[in-house]
Nanobody, 121 residues
């Protein structure tokens, strides 16, 4: 069964850090680009970051560039999103998604169930 499972979300104070994980089962991540997306209540889904499959190219949304870092550990079949200097506006449900090959704004084949990130004092 193909599955993506996010973990690592939670409540953190402004300026704090969290590391999200996206673990794949039922398929190998080696040949897939992995994107992180987020959706806050009442807002459209937003692309946060992506890492490509072959050369590991990384992409970041303007709002998170310089604060978030995406990485992959193919041996663990897992992608990580390190989030530093968190702001209240980062509060959202974060999803990971997989598509073959290169990063793209859309057309992802597999999606996780999401993990809640809340940034609040």
């Amino acid at each position: 069964q193909v599955q993506l499972v996010e973990s690592g979300g939670g409540l953190v104070q402004p300026g704090g850090s969290l590391r999200l994980s996206c673990a794949a089962s039922g398929f190998t991540l080696d040949y897939y680009a992995i994107g992180w997306f987020r959706q806050a209540p009442g807002k459209e889904r937003e692309g946060v970051s992506c890492i490509g499959s072959s050369d590991g190219s990384t992409y970041y949304g303007v709002s998170v560039k310089g604060r978030f870092t995406i990485s992959r550990d193919n041996a663990k079949n897992t992608v990580f999103l390190q989030m530093n200097s968190l702001k209240p506006e980062d509060t959202a449900v974060y999803y990971c998604a997989a598509r073959p090959g290169y990063c793209s704004p859309d057309e992802y084949d597999y999606w996780g169930q999401g993990t809640q990130v809340t940034v609040s004092s």
